[in-house]
């Protein structure tokens, strides 16, 4: 079995502040994991992935995230936020492909950018 | 240019009246799913396959319907929509490695209202 939790269901920051976008997870096995983004109106963009190489996981426009297995987390850190960043966030784990593969959401992270 | 489509984008409709939702990729992927998105709950998986002819039920299937009888297309059927499946419907595929699948990609999102 496998979940996950996105801790904030809404962030507010300013341009040109940090980001910290929280995500713990829940899984049998070592979990493959991933953050999306949806923009308004639009559909799912692959921000990073996570596939047991490298714990520090760097993906498009500035964003990381870090994978800890201690403490189950994966959260999502960008160093200044930027007005196009104003979107939702999605942690997801993947399931095997003995599961069907399945890919659990979190519930989204909603980011509001303060000029 | 990799993808994948769905189609319509938008669609009004009234309560039993048989609908298709159109899924292709042309990534030569393997697997394929479906899911859908409501407020709170981010994505449930409602029906995936494997590859050609093979199918098989998600987290929320009931009311839906699936085929795979090419590798490129994975319609999504609702035989007697009602209002409850009002949401927002995403088509994802992704190739298949030994364990798990690789990252999935998402199409654009069609918008479902069932009156």
């Known amino acids: 079995a496998q979940s996950v939790t996105q801790l904030d269901s809404h962030v507010s920051v300013s341009e040109g502040t940090p980001v910290l976008l929280r995500c713990n997870y829940s899984?049998?096995?070592?979990?493959?994991l991933f953050w999306y983004v949806q923009h308004p109106n639009k559909g799912l963009q692959l921000l990073l992935k996570?596939?047991?190489?490298?714990?520090l996981v760097k993906g498009i426009n500035g964003f990381e995230a870090e994978f800890k297995k201690s403490e189950t987390s994966f959260h999502l850190t960008k160093p200044s936020a930027h007005m196009s960043d104003a979107a939702e966030y999605f942690c997801?784990?993947?399931?095997?492909?003995?599961?069907?593969?399945?890919?659990?959401f979190g519930g989204g992270t909603r980011v509001l950018v303060k000029p | 240019e990799a993808q994948v489509t769905q189609n319509p984008r938008y669609l009004i409709t009234v309560t039993g009246k048989k609908l298709t939702v159109t899924c292709s990729q042309n990534?030569?992927?393997?697997?394929m799913s479906w899911y859908r998105q409501d407020p709170g709950l981010g994505l449930r998986q409602i029906y995936y396959?494997?590859?050609?002819?093979?199918?098989d039920k998600g987290d929320v299937p009931e009311g839906y319907k699936v085929s795979r009888k090419e590798k490129r297309n994975f319609p999504l059927i609702l035989e007697s929509p009602s209002p409850n499946q009002t949401s927002l419907y995403f088509c994802?595929?992704?190739?298949?490695?030994?364990?798990?699948?690789?990252?999935?990609?998402f199409g654009p999102g069609t918008r479902l209202t069932v009156l």
């Open positions: 994802a595929s992704s190739s298949v490695g030994a364990y798990r699948t690789d990252t999935q990609y």
């Open positions: 899984s049998s096995y070592s979990p493959s």
């Open positions: 996570y596939t047991s190489a490298a714990t």
């Open positions: 997801v784990v993947s399931g095997l492909k003995a599961a069907g593969n399945k890919l659990t």
């Open positions: 990534m030569n992927h393997e697997y």
């Open positions: 396959s494997m590859n050609v002819e093979v199918t």
